[in-house]
């Protein structure tokens, strides 16, 4: 058994396939898409917009969205027909892919194109340069997850081993890496939003580097389906990415402000302010794909993460896991 398999990407191929998929809504006219999202994330900002600007409901489709925390449980959702569309890491669909499913996946639209997560440090650190990671202990994310790779990769760039230059720990579970440096564990720790910003507020950490900056663009966060799918019901899937563009240019050109007060209804315990802090933020860096288009470069960059982070089942090409025609016809 291969260590992908033991990750927990295994079970997914022997769900039993109890749901329907994408189904007409009681009116007959609206589309239902079932999306299970890998967690609740600020860095999702255009999927909410997409739902509270009406941009859906102006493509006839109703979208029931469920949190399904965790690849492996969000792709066995997926699999099984819990779910139509999947929104996370690319790297999932290649885990999948090294499994030879019977009913393969495919990344179809793109929603965030870099690192999601900040370098924290424990004390402010206005020169801060990448050799003071030398020697401390570093709190990092889950084995195997895109933003442990991309944190591997930005140290190993940047001239440090992060298995040999740093204590390095991934024993804690990735909703409570924050609640573990707030309680004193790590010089270092790797963050996502909001708590990056919540940290600084609060005085408990300092925001030294931003690891989507250095680790470049990829197909970070995607919407990925099942090529059965694709063959029922393409035009949902176009109609799908239409609306995913409207939220993506709306995410755009409005302010960081305009944004937070669309998508606050999704975080209910963040104030505005940091939302759109948030907001301003990732939007600075080029963290929201701009469309749903998965570029070709991005793909290849991915798998030379996951190649260097020893992670890579095998290479798989760029158009046997990437459907480009469903994003060309929405943005036609």
Known sequence: MNKWIRRGLAPVLA????????????????????????????????????IEEGFFADENIDIDLTTTWGGDTTMTALL????DVALVGSETSIYVHAQNPSDPVVNFGALTQTDGTFLVSREPMPDFSWEDLEGTSYLGQRAGGMPQMAGEYTLRQ??????EDVELDQSVDFENISG???????????????NATEFEEEGIGHVVASFGEESGTLPYTSFITKESMIEEDEDVLVRFNRAIYEAQQFVENESPETVAASIAPY??????????????????????AEDPYIDEEGWHHLQDIMEESGELPERIDYED????DIADRALE
């Open 15 to 50: 769900v039993p396939f109890i749901l329907t998929a994408c189904s007409n809504g009681d009116d007959g006219d609206d589309d239902t898409v079932e999306v299970a999202e890998v967690t609740r994330s600020i860095f999702y900002a255009p999927l909410y917009v997409a």
């Open 80 to 83: 099984s027909d819990s779910a």
């Open 158 to 163: 940047n001239g440090i081993d992060p298995h």
């Open 180 to 194: 573990a440096f707030a309680s004193g564990s790590g010089d270092f720790v790797q963050l996502f939003e909001p």
């Open 267 to 288: 975080f209910d315990e963040t104030s505005e302010d940091v939302i759109a802090n948030v907001v301003e933020r990732y939007d600075a860096q080029d963290s929201f």
């Open 321 to 324: 896991l990437v459907n480009t």
